[in-house]
């Protein structure tokens, strides 16, 4: 929408950016505040989703803009303080860009506690409104009201954050196949609390993990690799320290740090839900092993089929954890079969069993892969009560149910 | 050379970055551009082509120094930012950092004085973030 008058612009302003952003709302909740001159802002957004901006550097700037309306050859130090004031504009527009379901004000925690989380959220609004300025400044008409404007001079500011946030991006489009611009795009539109989660889901669903973690499993998954990433951008605060040759070298470090933590942990992910190579398999009785697997080859595909509880809690019988976090066992097409074939022979090796031996079922494995996850498997756990006691049988099989309980004895 | 003797040789390289020209590296860049091109598993060739990608993207930086002004809001905006100290502490060296800011935005350049005023938001958003946790 184009507009015409300083009313029209702060009332246009929101729109304005979700339009260009494609973002599913903002939170801004209508009302603008003048910023205390004492505060020595040009703009900030509020917790209560409030947007504030500063008299001298963007309010009147901007009504100067209006009242030269359509004048030609502006000199470049006033065209320069239209840009410098509507760039403040978008840069607190995008900080209340939000998701369906949330509001800038839910990251009100994240920005103080979750570690990374205000130079993520500082570097990439930067980076956002910055970079479409021009798109913002041709949506709202503004080339029309100051001619000039779109090519007059407004620096980046944030350069502590931006080259961190320029290289862990491109770092994730990279890995992800999303185009960088792209995945500076979804982390501007959600939250403060949102944007490592996004991130780690552009990794994650541009991978191949979705096709070896269950889908329960894939929030759990993903929470690890966001995890990961928060720390490298959280050491940005050590530039101080730094000589001022390598602050936006320590900045664009920290970026690349960051995806590198998450591809890492990655690699760990796959490693988990990927069965590990023959080569890798605890060495008892190969031969065996071989020949059961070719003799009962459903066995490894049926997850009806199960497993003893001794077996089922040696973890030798399945992957050591030096295997599960080897990130060489990112798999080939086809290795993981060759490797659950074996699996399933070595378990019948060990419980002893004849030919029709057991192997693990599919929903055994996936249970003892997420103990590895990072979430608490047994959290839920607790003493069974008496009557509780010998009557769970996952297969409905009838047996002789327990003795009674000696622990309440 | 496998791909845990190529994470070595890479990290050594990205850990010794630091304010050099991107030239000084260069002899490095192809050195591990080799090692990848000698992987033969798809998927650590790829990982080792995305590490060295990251490596010359951080080495982009290197042409366009700070000011002097910029580079001391940096410092001052970092040590406003501290985590370290009671909120009550936090929001005290903060309101400090943001006069700092202010101070130095005067004293810079006209065309940089915006860039560098603009940083006082996210210390100010802070301390209203804080503002809760310090009643």
Same mark, same amino acid.
């Given at each position: 929408m184009k507009v015409t008058s300083q009313k029209e612009l702060m009332a246009e302003q929101a729109r304005s950016a979700v339009r260009i952003s494609g973002a599913h709302h903002s939170s801004w909740n209508g009302r603008l505040a003048v910023a205390d001159p004492a505060r020595k802002v040009r703009g900030a957004v509020k917790w209560d989703n409030t947007i504030e901006y500063d008299n001298a550097s963007v309010n009147e700037p901007l009504r100067e803009m209006f009242d030269n309306a359509r004048v030609y050859n502006q000199d470049a130090e006033t065209l320069r303080s239209y840009r410098e004031a509507l760039k403040t504009v978008l840069h607190e527009n995008t900080? *209340? &860009?939000?998701? +369906?379901? %949330?509001?800038?004000? #839910?990251?009100?925690? !994240?920005?103080n506690h979750t570690p @990374? !989380?205000?130079?993520? +959220?500082?570097?990439? %609004?930067?980076?956002?409104?910055?970079?479409?300025?021009?798109?913002?400044?041709?949506?709202? @008409?503004?080339?029309?009201? !100051?001619? @000039?404007? /779109?090519t007059a001079e407004a620096r980046p500011s944030y350069k502590q954050f931006t080259p961190a946030a320029t290289r862990f991006t491109e770092a994730i489009g990279r890995r992800s196949g999303v185009d960088s611009d792209e995945v500076v795009r979804r982390l501007a539109v959600v939250n403060a609390e949102q944007k490592f989660r996004?991130?780690?889901?552009?990794l994650y669903?541009?991978?191949?993990?979705? =096709?070896?973690?269950?889908?329960? +499993?894939? #929030? !759990?998954? *993903?929470?690890?690799?966001? %995890?990961?990433?928060? +720390?490298? &951008?959280?050491?940005? =605060? #050590?530039?101080?320290? /730094? #000589?001022?040759? $390598?602050?936006? $070298?320590?900045s664009a470090k920290a970026g690349a740090n960051a995806v590198q933590a998450g591809a890492a942990e990655m690699n760990a992910i796959r490693a988990q839900w990927t069965a590990p190579e023959p080569s890798r398999q605890v060495t008892r009785g190969p031969h065996q092993a071989t020949q059961q697997a070719q003799n009962n080859p459903q066995q490894t595909q049926n997850p009806q089929q199960t497993q003893s509880p001794q077996e089922a809690q040696d973890p030798q019988l399945v992957q050591s954890p030096q295997e599960a976090q080897d990130p060489r066992q990112a798999q080939e097409p086809g290795r993981g079969q060759q490797a659950g074939q074996a699996q399933h022979g070595q378990t019948g090796v060990q419980s002893g069993a004849s030919e029709g031996a057991v192997a693990q079922s599919g929903d055994l494995q996936n249970a003892m892969r997420a103990g590895l996850t990072g979430t608490s498997p047994m959290s839920s756990a607790r003493a069974l009560k008496a009557g509780e006691q010998g009557a769970r049988r996952s297969t409905g099989q009838e047996g002789p149910e327990r003795q009674g309980p000696e622990r309440g004895a | 050379m496998n791909f845990e003797q190529f994470e070595v040789e890479y990290q050594l390289v990205f850990d010794s970055v630091e304010s050099q020209s991107a030239a000084h590296f260069a002899p490095d860049v192809a050195r591990l551009k080799a090692y990848a091109s000698t992987l033969e598993d798809v998927r650590e060739r790829t990982e080792a082509e995305n590490l060295i990608a990251d490596l010359e993207g951080v080495l982009e930086y290197d042409a366009e120094p700070l000011s002097p002004a910029m580079v001391e809001a940096i410092r001052a905006h970092a040590r406003a930012d501290s985590a370290v100290g009671t909120p009550v502490e936090r929001i005290a060296r903060l309101e400090a950092g943001m006069e700092e800011i202010a101070r130095i935005a005067e004293g810079a350049e006209p065309a940089e004085q915006a860039s560098i005023l603009e940083m006082n938001e996210s210390l100010y958003m802070l301390i209203m973030a804080l503002e809760p946790e310090s009643r």
């Open positions: 900080h *209340v &860009l939000a998701a +369906e379901g %949330t509001d800038h004000s #839910d990251a009100q925690h !994240a920005f @990374g !989380a205000r130079a993520l +959220e500082e570097g990439i %609004t930067e980076l956002y409104s910055y970079n479409n300025l021009n798109a913002y400044i041709d949506d709202l @008409g503004l080339e029309e009201i !100051a001619p @000039g404007i /779109s996004v991130a780690a889901e552009i669903d541009n991978s191949d993990l979705p =096709g070896l973690v269950p889908d329960q +499993e894939r #929030d !759990a998954a *993903v929470r690890r690799i966001e %995890t990961a990433m928060q +720390e490298p &951008l959280a050491n940005l =605060g #050590d530039l101080d320290k /730094s #000589d001022e040759d $390598r602050l936006r $070298r320590e | -």
